[in-house]
């Protein structure tokens, strides 16, 4: 295979944004700030091949902030 010839298709190209990255310092559109976005908790059961025979949802429920809380009663499918 020959080398470009005339132009940039092949050949290397200075990246703008690697300083940033390697730095730490680049933005993501992850780290865009979403207005009304709401964040999930995953809670799972701390023993292995346990059964789960209830679920207390009260102390989660009545947690600052806590928008709802959702079981496998609560959801569909």
Do not use: C, F, Q
């Amino acid at each position: 295979m020959s080398a470009p010839v005339g132009g940039i298709v092949g050949a290397p190209v200075r990246r703008v944004d690697a300083r940033a990255k390697v730095t730490g310092t680049a933005t993501y559109a992850a780290d865009a700030p979403v207005a009304g976005a709401l964040h999930g908790v995953l809670v799972l059961s701390t023993i292995a091949r346990g059964r789960v025979t209830a679920i207390d949802t009260g102390a989660a429920e009545s947690a600052p902030g806590v928008i709802a809380v959702l079981t496998h009663l609560t959801i569909r499918g």
